[in-house]
């Protein structure tokens, strides 16, 4: 269960959302700049909203009425950024384990090292590995902090044509895998019907629409040989 | 052959250890003041940084003046440390604070610059990943900062070996205890006929300093950071 | 154009060739002077003891003094703590021989922070001395290599057979008013500086005076800098030797020395 009622403002720029959703995967899906990010942010613990309430799972994470904000150390939340953020003076298999808890076994990190196919990396550095690889390791570091929820910031985006298809296959590996709740930030409908259950279409700062993935498959448009801007006509 | 005359042997040694131990011991407060500086922001923070700045500001006999009635015995600290047996007054271990209170503010500058240079973003990811603050400092911003780290003892320690005034103001000159190279240095060029040793003295510390430049230079040319990857 | 141009060098060139004294008269005099003259020089100052307008007064280690003059620093006269510095300028060619004289004297002594129950007499030897430095007490003194108070308080030492005792119990400092300031804020149990210190300052009191046989007299020569030689320095100079800057300077416990024969 995913509840979120949140305001920000960042600049010029507002956002208003409150939603609930029971789905397993949400979507955030809107143009950029409507406030995917920063809500995944706020989410996340690195953005403080305005006011509002933030739960997942009967996690209570942040309500400014009752005064609650958790630390982002304290939500045990996985989250793979944009720009993945691993840390370029560690090893891939240091990355990795970097937020798996203490009592984590040997066989869960072979397991997402197996399925996010890792095993040659595991030695090379973050500025060794192809863009692809990179969110791939980024994906695996999310999930071996073994949250109750994962948080994915354009899983695909600034990756080319091959590295795309292979973190998509990986992606719903993980969907099938680990039916973690996971919430998703995202411009491209592939990427978004791929991935998702439920769907919130934003734009400029509101809430428009709230759908399941098959609803929201039929009402965007996505031209063969994959999807650029977003939306379509609803 | 010896290059330098015993006492002057002495003085450059204790000029390392001072030094040395003045730098290393006040890293750890440096960098503290220095992490408040670069990730914090609070209430009275300017007045704070200029605080850190007055050693380097205040004439060096006026610090060492300070350090004396603070330090001193009677002081407000010192009488507790004669207490415990744990005096610096007239030793080498008030040398070394007095290097390492000058030395201060240039090492919390380049650890600032050095911390500020870390992405944040990549902070803020460890601290999604469940580190502290403590760990994310150890774990990510320092390893991420040796180099601006590296660099800012170098020149730290260039500073408190060059350092005269406070030192000399504070614990006098005692051989083997408190006359460091550069107050050796002043005694030779205030005697008549102490030029050739003045001269030989002033090499070493040349050196010294043009070693410690070597290496800040070094630590800062070769592109500081490595910036998060995509 | 050309008529008002050429009245212009003219001018120019008059006033490059003022007079020196002309010149001296716009700025007050300076007189590089020894650490321990301070008071004694500032209270005449304020006076106007020493002519009108007061002249500047710069003191620090006669050793740091000489060693700016002789590279040219902008003093008219030049009072020492000791001869060797005065004789270290004149060697450089600093000063003008026929006007150095010997303007005072000092005496040497020991002190001790005011409140202190110590007591020395000098005849009874080392004991003494180590007795009141306790454990961790330490004798402070004047650099002894360097600066004049200290090398007096070396021979005195050496004379008395205190010196290879006493000298790893010292703590040497800049110039004798920091070895007479660490006397005043306690940090030293006991000081050796010149009688003329422990008159001005009332927070210290003498022990004992240093026999005037045990080390070099202490004399105090005076000099013109070399170039500085005008009627405005010699009327200071003759200021300082007055009878009435004797008055002042006595008062401030220095001495007229024995002698005062001028030399070359």
Redesign the interface.
């Known amino acids: 269960m995913i509840e979120l009622d949140l305001a920000l403002q960042r600049g010029e720029f507002s956002l208003e959302l409150a939603l609930q959703s029971s789905a397993r995967a949400l979507a955030l899906f809107g143009p950029s700049g409507c406030g995917k990010t920063s809500t995944l942010l706020a989410i996340?613990?690195?953005l403080r909203p305005e006011h509002g309430r933030i739960a997942i799972n009967n996690h209570l994470l942040f309500d400014s009425r009752a005064g609650v904000d958790l630390?982002?150390?304290?939500?045990?939340?996985?989250?793979v950024?944009q720009?993945?953020?691993?840390?370029?003076?560690l090893t891939v298999r240091e990355n990795l384990r970097?937020?798996m808890?203490r009592d984590a076994t040997a066989q869960t990190f072979d397991g997402v090292v197996q399925l996010l196919q890792l095993s040659a990396l595991l030695k090379r550095r973050?500025?060794q590995?192809s863009?692809g690889q990179?969110r791939r390791v980024a994906i695996g570091?999310?999930l071996l902090?073994q949250p109750h929820a994962l948080l994915l910031d354009e899983p695909l985006a600034?990756l080319h044509r091959e590295a795309r298809v292979e973190v998509l296959e990986h992606l719903r590996g993980l969907k099938r895998e680990f039916a973690l709740t996971t919430i998703l930030v995202s411009h491209q409908p592939d990427e978004v019907i791929a991935l998702a259950d439920q769907v919130a279409r934003i734009e400029d700062g509101r809430l428009v629409a709230l759908e399941d993935a098959h609803a929201f498959e039929v009402s965007s448009f996505v031209p063969p040989g994959g999807a650029h801007a977003a939306g379509a006509p609803g | 052959m010896n290059l330098l005359t015993h006492a002057e042997t002495v003085a450059l040694a204790l000029s390392f250890k001072v030094s040395l131990v003045g730098v290393v011991c006040s890293l750890p407060v440096a960098s503290g003041c220095a992490w408040l500086l670069a990730r914090k922001h609070f209430f009275g923070k300017p007045l704070f940084e200029g605080l850190l700045l007055l050693p380097l500001i205040l004439p060096p006999v006026v610090t060492g003046y300070v350090l004396l009635i603070v330090f001193g015995h009677h002081g407000a600290i010192g009488r507790w440390l004669d207490a415990a047996g744990l005096s610096i007054a007239f030793r080498w271990t008030g040398a070394a604070l007095a290097a390492a209170v000058m030395a201060f503010p240039l090492l919390v500058v380049a650890l600032r610059n050095a911390f500020e240079s870390v992405d944040r973003r990549l902070e803020n990811a460890a601290a999604t990943l469940g580190a502290g603050p403590w760990r994310i400092f150890f774990s990510v911003t320092l390893p991420l900062s040796l180099r601006g780290l590296v660099a800012g003892l170098a020149l730290a320690f260039a500073r408190a070996f060059g350092e005269f005034g406070a030192t000399i103001t504070f614990v006098s000159s005692i051989p083997g205890q408190t006359r460091t190279l550069p107050i050796a240095l002043y005694e030779l060029i205030s005697t008549p006929g102490g030029e050739g040793g003045a001269l030989r003295l002033t090499l070493v510390a040349v050196t010294v300093a043009l070693l410690a430049g070597l290496i800040a230079a070094l630590m800062l040319l070769r592109g500081g950071t490595r910036e998060a990857e995509a | 154009m050309r008529r008002i141009q050429r009245l212009a060098a003219c001018a120019m060139i008059v006033a490059a060739c003022a007079p020196a004294s002309a010149m001296a008269a716009a700025t007050p005099p300076t007189i590089f002077a020894a650490a321990s003259l301070e008071p004694a020089l500032d209270q005449m100052a304020h006076d106007g003891a020493l002519g009108s307008p007061a002249p500047r007064l710069v003191y620090a280690a006669s050793s740091a003094l000489a060693r700016q003059i002789e590279n040219g620093a902008p003093a008219d006269i030049f009072i020492s703590a000791d001869e060797r510095w005065m004789d270290d300028a004149a060697r450089h060619g600093a000063i003008v021989p026929s006007t150095r004289n010997d303007l005072l004297g000092n005496a040497l002594v020991l002190i001790a922070p005011v409140g202190s129950h110590a007591t020395v007499d000098l005849a009874q030897g080392t004991r003494a001395l180590l007795d009141a430095l306790g454990r961790d007490g330490r004798l402070a003194i004047a650099l002894p290599d360097s600066v004049p108070a200290g090398v007096y308080a070396r021979q005195s030492l050496l004379h008395l057979g205190m010196w290879s005792a006493l000298e790893p119990r010292m703590a040497m400092s800049r110039d004798v008013r920091a070895a007479l300031n660490l006397v005043v804020l306690r940090q030293c149990p006991l000081g050796i500086v010149y009688r003329s210190d422990a008159v001005s300052e009332p927070r210290v009191k003498v022990l004992a005076t240093f026999p005037d046989a045990s080390h070099k007299p202490i004399v105090y020569p005076a000099a013109i800098i070399e170039g500085h030689d005008n009627a405005t320095t010699r009327a200071l100079l003759a200021a300082l030797e007055s009878a009435k800057a004797r008055d002042v300077f006595g008062h401030w416990g220095f001495t007229t020395p024995k002698a005062t024969a001028v030399r070359q």
Do not use: S
Request: net charge positive; aromatic share 10%; glycine share 16%.
């Open positions: 996340a613990g690195l630390a982002a150390a304290r939500r045990d939340l996985g989250v950024f720009d993945a953020r691993l840390f370029p003076h970097y937020g808890p973050p500025g590995l863009g990179i570091r999310a902090r600034n």
